[in-house]
């Protein structure tokens, strides 16, 4: 007993359909790469950087990723935590109740123009704080801890 269709054995059909199918396709593949994803207003943004999962640096700070959090790439598919390890990527992120990275969307170049909270630029130093005398936070190496007058 055949259950072929004899018509889509021809080879101009089946080209035809797939063409058609193709063709159907590409237009949400070429949207969705220049849509901009919309974010909780509770995102912040900050460079993630994956050490040892769950264990990653948001802005060079240690964080941990909360069980079961979602890590979604330009796509907006979701990728494994593992796979990202050792690259500096641009994020935004969302802290569950307990403080830890619960949702993280790595951005895409138009997402990345948008101005969001959470990336501060603390690299500037004003004239009133250079005159300020040198302190010790515990991590400054030996030779460049201050010196103190004998006594």
Sequence with gaps: MNRC??????PALVLAFFLASAACLSPSVSQAQTEVRQFPDSALRGMLEVTTPPQILIN??????????RIKAQNNLIVMSGT????SLLVNYVRNQQGLIQDVWILTAAEAQQKRKGMDSTN???ASDADKPKTDDGKT?????P???QQ
């Excluded at 269709?5 to 021809?10: A, D, G, I, R, V």
């Excluded at 990202?84 to 690259?87: E, I, K, N």
């Design 147 to 149: 010196t103190f007058p």
């Design 60 to 69: 060079g700070q240690a964080e941990r990723l909360s069980p079961g959090a």
């Design 141 to 145: 190496p030996f030779d460049q801890l």
């Design 84 to 87: 990202l390890v050792g690259q």
């Design 124 to 126: 500037i130093v004003f």
């Design 5 to 10: 269709f004899t018509s889509l054995k021809t």
